[in-house]
């Protein structure tokens, strides 16, 4: 995979196609998640995939932009010790999330990030333990329009490099 042109071309995927992702690929996708870097290796993630129908439609009370969950093939939440511990959580468990949506992406496999903006309705969907809090979600499924892998990349849409990269100062 070209992780540069991964990068360019990856597209946040709401509407799946109705085929199940392979075991397999369930697993590959997992495991680049488990792999990510993380502050001091301290890997502070747990991940809940969950692939039954019934489940997927529930994890959209998980916010107000969680709907594409539903449709999805299978979904992973991301459970953490409370954020609140230290800053560098929530920016490991982005990286867990980025690892598993290019692995995804390299698979053919489209995937959205999920705010949760409701943990505690998703703690007990779950049976995820108190101590751990469910800080994001990610859906995914083979994109419902296939073109969406094969489009070139945007041409706007992104603020240029000049507006946001800033050299020895700013």
């Known amino acids: 995979m070209d992780v540069a042109l991964a990068i360019r071309q990856k597209r946040a995927i709401r509407t799946f196609a109705a085929k199940p992702i392979r075991d397999d690929d369930a697993r590959r996708i997992l495991d680049a998640g488990r792999r990510a870097q993380s502050s001091k290796n301290t890997q502070p993630w747990h991940f809940v995939a969950v692939r039954e129908r019934t489940t997927l439609q529930a994890l959209t009370a998980a916010g107000p932009f969680a709907g594409h969950v539903a449709g999805a093939a299978m979904a ?5 010790p409370d954020p609140a511990q230290r800053w560098t959580i929530p920016f490991d468990a982005g990286q867990a999330a980025a690892y598993m949506q290019l692995a995804a992406w390299e698979l053919g496999i489209g995937s959205c990030l999920v705010a949760v903006y409701e943990p505690e309705a998703v703690r007990a969907l779950l049976g995820i333990p108190a101590e751990l809090h469910p800080y994001a979600a990610l859906s995914f499924g083979y994109p419902g329009d296939l073109a969406s892998l094969a489009r070139p990349p945007r041409a706007s849409g992104r603020r ?7 050299w020895e100062h700013w």
Do not use: D, G, N, R
């Not at 992973?76 to 953490?80: C, D, N």
């Not at 240029?160 to 800033?166: F, G, Y």
């Open 76 to 80: 992973v939440v991301i459970a953490t």
């Open 160 to 166: 240029p490099a000049t507006e946001v990269v800033h």
